[in-house]
């Protein structure tokens, strides 16, 4: 008996998705609930598991190609009878038993995909054998250094020039890359996009974390950060700003009573902005935890269609990777974004001293369309004047 594997349901906002990576061959053995391949979606990866136990017997789209809603994959014979008699359905190769327990990550199974190559040439260094993304890349580059000492090969991909080898490789953009390419397009073409700065006197919050650092990872089960402390300052300035908080429709302006922040995640597929729904609810404990839960599923790239989207203000740190100043660009349809940056020690004048203190450049990039100089202004002043005394968070003042 044949056994149809479709396309799963994807989301009314999400329009096809493209064929990742297959797990499986014609003729290998499957057994259900097993990873048979990977969708890509302009948003979340997906993965479709094999519906029973079986062989594979036919696929209808290869690697790379672009699928529907329902559309027929693949073919499963049901049961061990149906396998062919060859040898090779009789004894799996050593990819197809090990790809999935070598290389779990959605992220190493595409860098082996985009490089050619097969989990049983490399060895594993995590946890039960399973290959690292360091794993892939070491062997990349011990193979590489082999192949320029050696005679080059027809599959070379170096070209050896007068000054030395020079090398190119062309790989298609993730669905993901290409679909924030093209919203952060959209969003300078149809904002009136401007960024205002000011700088933030970090010195009490660093104190406030040294002093109950310990307290609160042992209560709560997870670190104080600083993500919580200015999630809740924005919060309450967006409370005094309404307007930050709002979007436009065509000719509408929608003023939100709800929060709900997008917090920017850098993945090896792309930037992705995971959504803390009613985060004025939230107490900093729960928001640090979701922040820290975000990150993680969103670079295994197991985060869902439904964390990503909505959002009516978005938080970004570039301060993270080092960068010390940016403009960041608003997530459309929001008309604000908040920017974070690098803490620096710096001498600043302190009643009439001067002192060293630890200070951040934060930015705000909003929609002239709807947000005066002056609204964007009061409100990053009130961002600043919550962190430097953070018991206004307490009192509401």
Same mark, same amino acid.
């Given at each position: 008996m044949?056994?149809?594997?479709?396309v799963?349901?994807?989301p009314e906002?999400v329009?096809?998705?493209?064929i990742?990576?297959?797990?499986k061959?014609p003729?290998?053995? &499957?057994?259900?609930? +097993?990873?048979?391949?990977?969708?890509?979606?302009?948003k979340?990866?997906?993965?479709v598991?094999?519906?029973?136990?079986?062989?594979?017997?036919? %696929?209808?789209?290869?690697?790379?190609?672009?699928?529907?809603?329902?559309?027929?994959?693949?073919?499963?014979?049901?049961g061990?009878a149906?396998?062919?008699?060859t040898?090779?359905?009789?004894?799996?190769?050593?990819h197809?038993?090990?790809?999935?327990?070598k290389?779990?990550s959605?992220?190493?199974r595409?860098?082996?995909? @985009?490089?050619?190559?097969q989990?049983?040439?490399?060895t594993?260094?995590g946890?039960?054998?399973?290959?690292?993304?360091?794993d892939?890349l070491?062997?990349?580059?011990?193979?590489?250094?082999?192949?320029? #000492?050696?005679?080059p090969?027809?599959?070379?991909?170096?070209?050896?020039?007068?000054s030395?080898?020079? +090398?190119e490789r062309r790989?298609p953009?993730?669905? /993901?890359?290409?679909? &924030?390419? +093209?919203?952060?397009?959209?969003?300078?073409?149809?904002?009136?996009?401007?960024?205002?700065?000011?700088e933030v006197?970090?010195?009490?919050?660093?104190?406030?974390?040294?002093?109950?650092? +310990?307290?609160?990872?042992?209560?709560?089960? &997870?670190? /104080?950060?600083?993500?919580?402390?200015?999630?809740?300052?924005?919060? @309450?300035?967006?409370?005094r700003? $309404?307007?930050?908080n709002?979007?436009?429709?065509?000719?509408?302006?929608?003023?939100?009573?709800?929060?709900?922040?997008?917090?920017?995640?850098?993945?090896?597929?792309?930037?992705?902005?995971p959504v803390?729904?009613?985060?004025?609810?939230? #107490?900093m404990?729960?928001?640090?935890?979701k922040?820290?839960?975000y990150?993680?599923?969103?670079r295994?790239?197991k985060?869902?269609?439904e964390?990503?989207?909505?959002?009516?203000?978005?938080?970004?740190?570039?301060?993270?990777?080092?960068?010390?100043l940016?403009? $960041?660009?608003?997530?459309?349809?929001?008309?604000?974004?908040?920017?974070?940056?690098?803490?620096?020690?710096?001498?600043?004048?302190?009643?009439?001293?001067? %002192?060293?203190?630890?200070m951040?450049?934060?930015?705000l990039?909003?929609?002239?369309r709807?947000?005066?100089?002056?609204?964007? &202004?009061?409100?990053?002043?009130?961002?600043?004047?919550?962190?430097e005394?953070?018991?206004r968070?307490?009192?509401?003042?």
């Amino acid at each position: 008996m044949l056994i149809e594997v479709k396309v799963p349901n994807l989301p009314e906002s999400v329009a096809d998705a493209t064929i990742a990576t297959w797990h499986k061959k014609p003729g290998d053995k &499957v057994t259900r609930d +097993e990873n048979m391949l990977d969708l890509e979606t302009d948003k979340v990866v997906l993965e479709v598991p094999a519906p029973a136990d079986g062989i594979l017997q036919e %696929v209808m789209f290869q690697t790379g190609d672009t699928v529907l809603s329902g559309q027929l994959l693949a073919k499963i014979a049901s049961g061990t009878a149906a396998a062919p008699e060859t040898k090779e359905s009789q004894a799996p190769t050593a990819h197809s038993v090990e790809s999935d327990d070598k290389a779990a990550s959605p992220a190493v199974r595409r860098l082996l995909a @985009e490089n050619d190559l097969q989990p049983a040439l490399i060895t594993g260094t995590g946890k039960d054998g399973r290959i690292s993304k360091e794993d892939v890349l070491a062997f990349i580059a011990a193979n590489r250094a082999q192949t320029t #000492s050696s005679t080059p090969s027809v599959k070379t991909l170096a070209v050896p020039m007068a000054s030395g080898p020079r +090398e190119e490789r062309r790989v298609p953009m993730s669905r /993901l890359r290409a679909k &924030v390419a +093209e919203r952060l397009l959209e969003a300078q073409h149809n904002a009136a996009m401007l960024t205002t700065f000011n700088e933030v006197n970090l010195k009490a919050v660093m104190d406030l974390r040294a002093h109950y650092k +310990e307290a609160f990872e042992k209560k709560h089960g &997870v670190k /104080l950060g600083f993500m919580s402390f200015f999630t809740k300052a924005v919060i @309450e300035s967006l409370k005094r700003f $309404p307007v930050v908080n709002a979007s436009i429709d065509g000719q509408d302006i929608v003023y939100h009573g709800f929060y709900d922040i997008g917090v920017a995640v850098s993945t090896e597929r792309g930037l992705v902005v995971p959504v803390l729904r009613d985060a004025d609810q939230l #107490s900093m404990a729960e928001i640090e935890k979701k922040i820290g839960d975000y990150a993680s599923r969103a670079r295994q790239g197991k985060l869902t269609i439904e964390e990503m989207q909505g959002g009516t203000f978005t938080i970004t740190n570039g301060g993270v990777f080092g960068s010390l100043l940016s403009t $960041p660009i608003i997530h459309s349809p929001q008309t604000g974004i908040l920017g974070m940056h690098k803490i620096q020690e710096k001498p600043i004048a302190e009643n009439g001293q001067v %002192v060293i203190r630890p200070m951040m450049y934060i930015a705000l990039s909003y929609d002239h369309r709807l947000i005066d100089g002056k609204d964007s &202004v009061q409100f990053l002043v009130s961002v600043k004047e919550l962190l430097e005394d953070p018991s206004r968070l307490l009192l509401g003042v």
